[in-house]
């Protein structure tokens, strides 16, 4: 079965290569060219390896203990994660990005789709390398791109664009000779589950899903996995999010390095949470009229009783002020906490987000409102300039062991002065 393409539609996935490996090797000589890997939080897991780290057979996902053999063996650099770092750089490269076109959707931390349909087939994949080349020289992140017809054919593109020297795909013509030999598992949008009905069903590659029946797609599977079949065919079913579509919720939460047991800690931990879930909501210019609390101990402790709990507390008048929003915080997670408890995590979200410029429909509201904004506004210029938490409030308190472990941060923050990297000479 051969299916024309009419479309003239053009997509580019642009994918940075072991983001966070490059972010640490961005200041950092002397890790260029040996095998680097990045851990998860609380030095969990493998998430970023460089490609030295792959020959070794570092796998994705690995913990770290599984791999600490291999580690030190091959003298492979460890790093903790430093998202500080990498929200910064990713910022950047995003940036760049959206000075070719306005029509991007950002995808995840370190790829983003872009529309090319502007630029000629023949031109495209010059464009893709001047892409390319201007993020490496503004940031210094090395990227891959992938471009076709579809979102999951640009995706395709860039699998290949990694392992390609010139970094820059252009999928168009041999199409089926690269879905023949690109594995069910790697396809956009084919998870775990869906991948094992694929090959119980005998379709293990991206080629002959492509030519599956749509009655046995639409039948088997759900929207999305028919949508997937007609995008290798080469048929745009999956438009890009270019607008900003704003989060209906912000949670932050962490893992403590170091089990909690008393109320001043926990109190601290989600102080911080707080603080950073009001500037995130701020910078998008949004308010909420939800807080909750939630804080649990270790479900796999068999030693130690077992406690969760969580309190949602509405607030009269939607607000991004940090100091309203730790006060409602507090006040719940007081009214949750239970004594002779080793707490393993503890989180906030905030809800019912709306936009900031939403009027509300209560008398309260601007005066509350005209008093809060010039204090927020400075303490965000604050922090943006002086590093994270430069301004806070005394209730997030200063020791802070309750933290992740971190144990091979490089301890690197492009928005402080203090953590700028020191060059010995
Ligand atoms: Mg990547």
Same mark, same amino acid.
């Given at each position: 079965m051969s299916y024309t393409n009419s479309s003239k539609?053009?997509?580019?996935?642009?994918?940075?290569?072991?983001?966070?490996?490059?972010?640490?090797?961005?200041?950092?000589?002397?890790?260029?060219?040996?095998?680097? @890997?990045?851990? !998860? &939080?609380?030095?969990?897991?493998?998430?970023?390896?460089?490609?030295? =780290? #792959? %020959?070794?057979?570092?796998?994705?996902?690995?913990?770290?203990?599984?791999?600490?053999?291999?580690?030190?063996?091959?003298?492979v650099q460890i790093f903790s994660s430093n998202y500080a770092?990498?929200?910064?750089?990713?910022?950047?490269?995003?940036?760049?990005?959206?000075?070719?076109?306005?029509?991007?959707?950002?995808?995840?931390?370190?790829?983003?789709?872009?529309?090319?349909?502007?630029?000629?087939?023949?031109?495209?994949?010059?464009?893709?390398?001047?892409?390319?080349?201007?993020?490496?020289?503004?940031?210094?992140?090395?990227?891959? @791109?992938?471009? !076709? &017809?579809?979102?999951?054919?640009?995706?395709?593109?860039?699998?290949? =664009? #990694? %392992?390609?020297?010139?970094?820059?795909i252009f999928l168009k013509k041999n199409i089926d000779t690269i879905l023949k030999n690109f594995d069910i598992a790697d396809i956009w949008g084919v998870g775990r589950q869906l991948s094992k009905l694929y090959i119980k069903n005998g379709i293990n590659n991206a080629y002959k899903l492509k030519n599956i029946s749509n009655t046995w797609v639409k039948k088997s599977t759900n929207v999305l996995g028919a949508k997937t079949v007609m995008e290798l065919r080469g048929i745009p079913c999956i438009d890009l999010e270019t607008e900003e579509t704003k989060r209906k919720s912000c949670c932050v939460s962490r893992s403590f390095g170091k089990k909690v047991e008393s109320l001043d800690k926990l109190k601290e931990s989600i102080t911080t949470h707080c603080l950073n879930a009001a500037e995130k909501i701020r910078t998008d210019k949004q308010t909420t009229r939800a807080v909750t609390v939630f804080i649990r101990t270790s479900p796999f402790d068999k030693n130690r009783k077992y406690y969760s709990n969580s309190i949602t507390i509405e607030l009269p008048v939607a607000t991004n002020n940090s100091i309203e929003l730790v006060k409602t915080?507090?006040?719940?997670?007081?009214?949750?906490?239970?004594?002779?408890?080793?707490?393993?995590?503890?989180?906030?979200?905030?809800?019912?987000?709306?936009?900031?410029?939403?009027?509300?429909?209560?008398?309260?509201?601007?005066?509350?409102?005209?008093?809060?904004?010039?204090?927020?506004?400075?303490?965000?210029?604050?922090?943006?300039?002086?590093?994270?938490?430069?301004?806070?409030?005394?209730?997030?308190?200063?020791?802070?062991?309750?933290?992740?472990?971190?144990?091979?941060?490089?301890?690197?923050?492009?928005?402080?002065?203090?953590?700028?990297?020191k060059i010995n000479i």
């Open positions: 539609k053009k997509v580019a996935l642009i994918d940075c290569n072991s983001f966070y490996v490059s972010c640490e090797r961005l200041f950092n000589p002397k890790i260029q060219n040996v095998p680097v @890997v990045v851990l !998860s &939080n609380n030095d969990g897991c493998v998430i970023s390896r460089s490609t030295e =780290a #792959k %020959k070794i057979g570092i796998k994705m996902g690995e913990p770290y203990f599984k791999v600490k053999d291999l580690v030190k063996k091959n003298n770092l990498y929200g910064d750089l990713s910022r950047r490269v995003m940036k760049v990005l959206k000075g070719f076109t306005d029509k991007i959707e950002i995808y995840s931390i370190d790829e983003a789709f872009l529309d090319l349909s502007h630029i000629k087939d023949e031109q495209v994949e010059n464009y893709g390398k001047q892409i390319r080349e201007r993020v490496l020289k503004w940031t210094g992140i090395p990227t891959s @791109v992938g471009i !076709s &017809n579809t979102k999951t054919l640009s995706k395709v593109a860039n699998h290949i =664009a #990694k %392992k390609n020297k010139a970094g820059v915080a507090i006040s719940g997670l007081k009214k949750i906490y239970k004594y002779g408890y080793f707490y393993q995590k503890a989180g906030i979200i905030l809800s019912k987000l709306r936009d900031a410029s939403e009027k509300e429909l209560n008398l309260l509201a601007p005066i509350l409102e005209n008093k809060s904004k010039p204090l927020m506004r400075a303490i965000d210029f604050t922090n943006a300039k002086y590093g994270r938490n430069a301004i806070s409030i005394a209730q997030a308190g200063i020791s802070n062991d309750w933290k992740m472990r971190r144990e091979h941060s490089s301890r690197i923050d492009t928005a402080s002065f203090d953590f700028l990297p």
